[in-house]
């Protein structure tokens, strides 16, 4: 959808270049519903004090924002997965054709918060599982659902909580999200950094995203975090 993309890049000039404030007329679709689902039943299984995952839900800004007030994360990144380096811009990425999911890749602590606990969210608030190629108002490949498992015991966990939601009937559609290798992640440029809550009154993060925020505090109030993990704190 060009004529999205257009308005998306331009309202980001305009944002980056401190022109637009609150702008509450302007709607670009809507929030999605969280649903509260079960925890896997099978889990993650490690030592490690750290460990990272790498989640496509849709546009980055959300899923970043709602990954970033989850106790345990230590750090979620805006970034490209599924394509190759030299296409990993947002400009050759919005076009759709490059391989490449807007996607955040998450680190976290495992004894403050397990991998099947980041699906659950995943799943549940980040985003909605069962649109294909598209989320909310974001249509095109590049804003698909996709987990990208870094080893066999994330393949192993993710496939089989798909399974047991599916067969659960958690969700009004099936799930389809996608498992793909990964490949290697690209952080995306600096502007989409920390995007929620540096410009909280944007109206597409309002529209979309700040629910989502809202839905993890209220469906998982123990996981919940007020103050976020931010990108550039950690630079």
Known sequence: MKTLFTWRRTLLGLVTAGVIGQCSAFSLGGAEEAVLIAPP?????????SETAVFAGGCFWGVQGVFQHVKGVKNA??????????????????????GHAESVE??????????????QIYFS?????????RQGPDTGTQYRSAIFTKNSEQQKVAQAYIAQLDAAHSFDKPIVTKLESFNGFYPA????QDFLTEHPSYP??????LPKVAQLKQLYPERYQE?????KGQM
Do not use: F
């Open 41 to 49: 039943t099978l889990d993650e299984v490690t030592q490690a004090h």
């Open 77 to 98: 990144v805006s970034g490209y997965a599924g394509g190759a380096a030299n296409t990993a811009q947002y400009e050759r990425v919005s076009d759709g054709d490059t």
């Open 106 to 119: 998450v680190t976290y602590d495992p004894s403050q918060v397990s991998y099947g606990t980041l699906l």
């Open 125 to 133: 608030v980040a985003h909605n599982p069962t649109e294909l190629n």
């Open 189 to 192: 440029e600096e502007e989409h």
């Open 204 to 209: 597409y993060i309002v529209i979309n995203d």
């Open 227 to 231: 103050k976020p993990v931010l990108v």
